[in-house]
Nanobody
Framework: QVQLTESGGGLVQPGGSLRLSCAAS????????MGWLRQAPGKEREFVAA????????FYGDSVKGRFTISRDNGKNTVYLQMNSLKPEDTAVYYC??????????????????WGQGTQVTVSS
């Protein structure tokens, strides 16, 4: 069983930045594809970003391309989401997700087996 713990959410003004972190309990973290999805009130869950277990392949949702960057530190069992140029429409609960696979296909589709509890991001002036 893998436990995922997100942190770094909060309130930020439009145009600002935040960095989310997701710490994983898995001792074999380097064999897990990781990613982030988000869900705003009244909306469906949306894919944000994903990264392969090696970190060499990254994927982004269209609404965040060029503004968000996903990365991982396998030595710290942690994946990060750097969010820049934040907009009010980025307001959502952000969830970390994982699957024991090289490619993050299930993470992208929202079908990965492991999820964190979520962290709230609010973009507002």
């Amino acid at each position: 069983q893998v436990q995922l713990t997100e942190s770094g959410g909060g309130l930020v003004q439009p145009g600002g930045s935040l960095r989310l972190s997701c710490a994983a309990s898995a001792p074999t973290f380097r064999t897990y594809a990781m990613g982030w999805l988000r869900q705003a009130p009244g909306k469906e869950r949306e894919f944000v970003a994903a990264i392969s277990w090696s970190g060499t392949s990254t994927f982004y949702g269209d609404s965040v391309k060029g503004r968000f960057t996903i990365s991982r530190d396998n030595g710290k069992n942690t994946v990060y989401l750097q969010m820049n140029s934040l907009k009010p429409e980025d307001t959502a609960v952000y969830y970390c997700s994982a699957d024991r696979a090289y490619d993050p296909d299930t993470v992208v589709s929202g079908l990965a087996p492991y999820w964190g509890q979520g962290t709230q991001v609010t973009v507002s002036s």
